[in-house]
């Protein structure tokens, strides 16, 4: 205080024992709960130790400001307001408890020098110390620039440290439902009871029929519930439902990074869950039909819908209810007169039709026999070629633990290392990604043709079954929108591969499954080659001159003429249009040369 008081004497009474006759003080508290003001007194405290102050000095306190707010940004209300009311000229001195209350950027610890500096305040009490106009600047900016860097010290360390955890593979923050913040270790540990409820709400939700508040009403059961111990709204499972922490990974900074707690869920469920959620995120708008069979058939005449209708009948006193099916009569261009059906007898019909549609056991058996083989074959092939990326996974983590060591050694500037580096890093996630691509797909291309040899399976029970509403969606299965009455009678027009399925239990009875492994004699139908630019290559229809392969398109075009000349018209009856169609579905099937569905080429003519 050397320079106060030597230049007391010219400024008057201002400072120290004479100031307190005139001058008004604000009194400034201040602490914010981020982590930066953890060590610092309550705003209590200060308030309480603060007044102590002032009344014993007999500084007169006009107005106090309290702000619950980090000072590491400009930008305070509390804080500008006073500084305003300061330059309007309503207080000359601040009461607070540390410099580091009043500014923690240099922005603010700035003005106030300044205005210390003009004499606007003239004088700042704190709890220890008094700061004057004619004070060494030097020592206030010192204190204000220590509590700058102290919270950039503070914010670099957290974050220096959260970036360590994540590189650890640790989740660097609260664990989700169905784990728990483990304090005493400091990781994340799996909730023995509440994971158990999350994985079975994921399985059911993976079935495909619930919905999302049937899955928060299920985890409610299982005792899952919000804070407030309600259900959890259906934001939120959906939000459990896509949360990547469950099978093993974790988002962190706008990033996915792979951590170390223990998965609940197969990313296979996971990803069957995602499927089902974006599905269902399109639903189909709600069927209000009042009849089980209705927008199953189309009318032979005019191509409207079929509808149904309740009759009832009063006869010698009796009531009876009877449903009736009809056109809808809705076309404005045709006349239309078909006639109504009963519900029963239009139901005998389509049970003979599904019936036709089944696939026989031995057939069946058969071809599960047929696609164990494939799944196998598809799995040692793929298990090969993951053992093969996992060498060359850890060859890469081996090379980058040397590159470490070289760069330590100081053999290489740093430049070099983290460009070899990153391209290591680059390779390594490639890879990895191939072997869990590979994981997942090994036989998955089997699904398809196995669900539906499971659906073709069920339908001479569907047949025999009363429940309209499994009969109408195995025909939609069938025939999709295919399906018309005419005069009473219903025209059947397949999709593929009923179609062909069809066609085979008319050419061979269904003790015979020898036909399914012999090459060019599959389950599928002839071709309609007017309309296919898809060939079978193994057709014995298909005799090239010189068996060329693949064959000459001029080659191929005399076969088509061939097969046309020995392909009697009824053949070209079921399924004909539907050449093209098949492709996508069991394209892989064919690649099993001679099992039950022939090899396929593509050609152009
Ligand atoms: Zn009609």
């Given amino acids: 205080m050397a320079v106060s008081e030597s230049v007391q004497g010219d400024l008057d009474c201002v400072h120290q024992g004479g100031h307190s006759s005139y001058m008004k003080y604000f009194l400034y508290a201040r602490k914010s709960t981020d982590v930066e003001d953890k060590q610092v007194m309550s705003i209590e405290g200060q308030l309480a130790e603060l007044r102590t102050v002032a009344k014993k000095e007999g500084l007169e306190i006009i107005a106090e400001f309290v702000e619950k707010r980090t000072a590491k940004m400009p930008g305070r209300p509390v804080f500008n307001e006073m500084i305003k009311r300061i330059q309007k000229g309503e207080a000359e001195g601040i009461i607070c408890w540390k410099l580091d209350r009043l500014a923690r950027n240099p922005v603010d610890g700035g003005q106030i020098s300044w205005m210390l500096q003009q004499g606007i305040i003239q004088h700042i009490r704190l709890h220890d110390r008094n700061y004057y106009p004619t004070d060494n600047v030097l020592m206030m900016s010192v204190e204000f620039g220590m509590a700058n860097q102290f919270i950039r010290d503070l ?22 439902t169905g784990y728990l913040n483990d304090a005493r270790r400091k990781i994340i540990v799996v909730d023995r009871k509440k994971s158990k409820a999350i994985r079975e709400a994921f399985e059911l939700y993976s079935q495909g029929e619930n919905r999302l508040e049937d899955i928060s009403n299920f985890l409610y059961e299982r005792d899952v519930r919000s804070l407030g111990g309600l259900k959890l709204h259906k934001d939120r499972v959906k939000w459990i439902l896509s949360n990547p922490f469950y099978y093993g990974h974790f988002f962190y900074g ?18 069957k869950v995602q499927e089902v959620m974006l599905e269902r995120g399109h639903p189909m708008k709600p069927h209000n039909e009042p009849k089980p069979l209705c927008g199953l058939l189309k009318c032979g005449t005019c191509g409207m819908m079929v509808t149904g209708e309740n009759k009832t009948k009063v006869c010698k006193k009796k009531t009876h209810h009877y449903v009736y099916y009809h056109c809808t009569h809705k076309s404005k261009t045709i ?5 109504c059906m009963r519900e029963e007898v239009l139901a005998r019909e389509l049970n003979e039709i599904l019936s036709k549609y089944a696939i026989p056991f031995p057939w069946r058996n058969e071809l599960r026999v047929c696609m164990a083989e494939d799944e196998k074959k598809a799995e040692t092939e793929s298990s090969l070629i993951i053992s093969d990326l996992r060498e060359k996974v850890s060859t890469i983590s081996d090379k980058i633990q040397r590159l470490l060591d070289v760069y330590l050694a100081q053999d290489i500037d740093r430049e070099t290392y983290l460009r070899e580096r990153s391209k290591l890093f680059s390779d390594k996630k490639s890879f990895e990604e191939k072997i869990s691509k590979l994981e997942r797909d090994a036989g998955a291309w089997l699904e398809p043709m196995r ?16 429940d309209l509403p499994s009969k109408k969606s195995s025909l939609q299965k069938i025939f999709g929108s295919n399906l018309t009455l005419h005069d009473k009678k219903i025209q059947e027009n397949p999709s593929f591969p009923y179609a062909a399925l069809r066609a085979a239990r008319q050419k061979f009875p269904e003790s015979d499954t020898s036909f399914i492994r012999a ?3 599959g389950i599928e139908p002839k071709f309609s080659l007017s309309e296919s630019d898809v060939l079978p290559l193994d057709d014995p229809a298909i005799l090239f001159k010189n068996s060329s ?3 000459r398109v001029d080659e191929l075009r005399e076969s088509r003429r061939a097969i046309r000349r020995r392909l009697p018209k009824s053949t070209n009856d079921h399924g004909n249009h539907t050449i093209r169609q098949m492709r996508p579905s069991f394209k892989r099937l064919h690649s099993t040369r001679g099992r039950g569905i022939t090899p396929v080429c593509e050609i152009s003519f």
């Fill in 519 to 521: 090459a060019g004699l």
């Fill in 451 to 466: 669900e539906w040899v499971e659906t073709a399976s069920t339908l001479d029970e569907i047949a025999r079954r009363n």
């Fill in 335 to 339: 006349k239309c007169n078909e006639p």
């Fill in 254 to 271: 706008g990033e996915i990074h792979e951590g170390k707690h223990t998965p609940i869920v197969s990313k296979k469920l996971f990803d």
């Fill in 155 to 176: 914010s670099s360390n957290v974050k220096r440290g959260l970036r360590a955890k994540v590189k650890r593979g640790e989740f660097p923050s609260t664990a989700p």
């Fill in 549 to 551: 392969y693949p064959p």
